[in-house]
């Protein structure tokens, strides 16, 4: 009881561990690998607009499963993000769009053009 | 590889991956592997992760944890009747789109 109503104000602490755990799977990476990654995570922190907790530790796991599984086969890190870096990073973020705070925005739009040709049809 | 190929490619690759496992199941880095002896060489390992996700969270494959000498355990996919059904979806509007292109190149050239 003291456990749920104390994660009610700090976050769930189960998700807490896992984050934790992830930031030390990047740590745990090998020189190169462990840049990119970082400069990865960075970027689909800021950028990504991923809010619900649940799919952003989705997204986090893979992408260090990902770095994980390439350093273990040798993959050279430009192998793994190609030419274009960002175009990379919003590929990956596709994925986890469900969790998206403009999914909000984009059902806004959606509600508005419905309503506006309601008539129309 | 070119940025026309890059844009192309960004609408068909997802077919291209569903065929290559239709055959025979196969890791991430498999499939990569069998893209660049195609004639693919460019495609970045990460993108064909991305989209292995991606077929993954849309149920057209199933996923089976292989242990692996070093690293993380590999995932290795095989199609399902749903990835099937869509490979064949994807097979008959490549048929149109191919036809009426070449038709277009023929006709206009």
């Not at chain 1, 689909?44 to 649940?54: E, Q, R």
């Not at chain 1, 390439?70 to 993959?75: F, N, R, S």
């Amino acid at each position: 009881m003291a456990a749920k109503w104390i994660e009610t104000i700090t976050g769930s602490l189960d998700d807490k561990k896992q984050y934790k755990q992830y930031k030390a799977r990047l740590e745990a990476l090998p020189g190169k690998y462990r840049t990119a990654a970082q400069a990865l995570d960075r970027y689909v922190i800021y950028s990504g607009g991923v809010v619900k907790a649940d799919v952003m530790l989705k997204m986090f796991d893979d992408l260090a499963t990902l770095f994980e599984q390439a350093a273990a086969d040798g993959t050279p890190v430009s192998a793994i993000v190609g030419d274009d870096p960002v175009e990379f990073a919003e590929t990956f973020l596709a994925n986890y769009a469900d969790g998206q705070w403009r999914n909000k925005e984009k059902q806004r739009l959606t509600d508005a053009i419905g309503e506006a040709t309601a008539d129309e049809n | 590889m070119g940025k026309q190929m890059t844009e192309m490619l960004k609408g068909t690759l997802e077919g291209i991956v569903l065929a290559l496992i239709a055959g025979q199941p196969a890791y991430g880095y498999e499939i990569t592997a069998r893209l660049r002896e195609q004639g693919f060489t460019e495609i970045a390992e990460g993108t064909i992760y991305a989209l292995l996700v991606r077929i993954e969270q849309r149920g057209l494959v199933d996923v089976e944890k292989v242990p692996s000498e070093k690293g993380p355990p590999r995932k290795v996919y095989s199609l399902n009747p749903r990835g099937r059904e869509d490979l064949d979806e994807f097979w008959r509007t490549w048929s149109f789109l191919a036809d009426r292109i070449e038709e277009l190149h023929t006709k206009g050239n």
